[in-house]
Nanobody, 127 residues
Framework: QVQLVESGGGLAQPGGSLRLSCATS????????MSWARQAPGKGLEWVSG????????YYVDSVKGRFTISRDNAKDTLYLQMNSLKPEDTALYYC????????????????????WGQGTQVTVSS
């Protein structure tokens, strides 16, 4: 079955960096765009970034532009999120998400268009 497993979260100081990974299985990874989303304490789920199936197109929410970089390794069926210049407001549970089969190229901010989610990895930014 389709599985998404995030890793790489942890505690970082403001200004620090973390790299999240999302290992996938059960579907043809290169045929799907993929996205990252996050949920901060007491807040709703927020789309953060998306990447096309071949990695040529990437999109970010304004609050992370210039600090986060999404990438993928289709040979390893793995999605990444490099997070630099971390801020306390980046503290959240981070999820990777696969779009529904009817829209394999979707990588936007409509969360209902994603049908498979990982279990999440916690990122805490604090001094």
């Amino acid at each position: 079955q389709v599985q998404l497993v995030e890793s790489g979260g942890g505690l970082a100081q403001p200004g620090g960096s973390l790299r999240l990974s999302c290992a996938t299985s059960g579907f043809i990874f290169s045929s799907y765009a993929m996205s990252w989303a996050r949920q901060a304490p007491g807040k709703g789920l927020e789309w953060v970034s998306g990447i096309s199936g071949d990695g040529s197109d990437t999109y970010y929410v304004d609050s992370v532009k210039g600090r986060f970089t999404i990438s993928r390794d289709n040979a390893k069926d793995t999605l990444y999120l490099q997070m630099n210049s971390l801020k306390p407001e980046d503290t959240a549970l981070y999820y990777c998400a696969k779009p529904e089969p009817e829209a394999p190229s979707y990588m936007g901010d409509s969360l209902k268009r994603y049908d498979i989610w990982g279990q999440g990895t916690q990122v805490t930014v604090s001094s």
